[in-house]
């Protein structure tokens, strides 16, 4: 059974930094493009940032500059960098990973159960 676990969010207050990071575990065969979303209050989930296998970048327009996507593949981990967080960054971000298991020939997409993150003074 394949499995993703972030960790890492939180209260913290605006101007300040977090960084989630999310686990693959499980019979895994590979893994390819990782990514963050987020889902705030009210809003439909949105891509963040992403990352493929071999490290090519894709980020939101909105994150650009303040978020960095980073992954360790001997980990399976995938990291996600906020600075400069503002009270609109306040949501619910979720690992997403397009992931082949050890028992299968082909891969599936994957989601984590989310972590919060909450900016506020």
């Known amino acids: 059974q394949v499995q993703l676990v972030e960790s890492g969010g939180g209260l913290v207050q605006p101007g300040g930094s977090l960084r989630l990071s999310c686990v693959a575990s499980g019979s895994i065969f590979s893994i390819n493009a990782m990514s963050w979303y987020r889902q705030g209050p009210g809003n439909q989930r949105e891509l963040v940032a992403a990352?493929?296998?071999?490290?090519?970048?894709n980020y939101a327009d909105s994150m650009k500059g303040r978020f960095t996507i980073s992954r360790d593949n001997a980990k399976n981990t995938v990291y996600l960098q906020m600075n400069s967080l503002k009270p609109e960054d306040t949501a619910v971000y979720f690992c997403n990973a397009d992931i082949r298991p050890s028992v299968s020939r082909v891969s599936y997409k994957y989601w984590g159960q989310g972590t919060q993150v909450t900016v506020s003074s």
């Open positions: 990352i493929t296998s071999g490290g090519k970048l």
